[in-house]
């Protein structure tokens, strides 16, 4: 059973870090791309980073390039996705998603003053 199950979301304030990590299982992580998508209420949703199997390239909407990181830890199975500098607008539900094989639940993240 594929499972992808996010955490490390909360509450923070404007210019502070998050880190948020995707636990998976069901499938061979170390085979597949791993995404982050972010969703805002009454927002489409978007694309935030996405990172290769081998964890050699990625790439970042233009909206978090310089302060979101992807990473991957093929051994223990799990994506993270370090937010530095938080703005506002960085408000969403966070999910962690793999192309054809699944999505998690997402964890909410809210930047707020």
């Known amino acids: 059973q594929v499972q992808l199950v996010e955490s490390g979301g909360g509450q923070v304030q404007p210019g502070e870090s998050l880190r948020l990590s995707c636990v998976t299982s069901g499938f061979t992580f170390s085979s597949y791309a791993m995404n982050w998508y972010r969703q805002a209420p009454g927002e489409k949703r978007e694309l935030v980073a996405a990172i290769t199997s081998a964890g050699d390239q990625s790439i970042y909407a233009d909206s978090v390039k310089g302060r979101f990181t992807i990473s991957r830890d093929n051994a223990k199975s799990t994506a993270y996705l370090q937010m530095n500098n938080l703005k506002p607008e960085d408000t969403a539900v966070y999910l962690c998603?793999?192309?054809?094989?699944?999505r998690g639940q997402g964890t909410q993240v809210t930047v707020s003053s």
């Open positions: 998603d793999v192309s054809r094989i699944g």
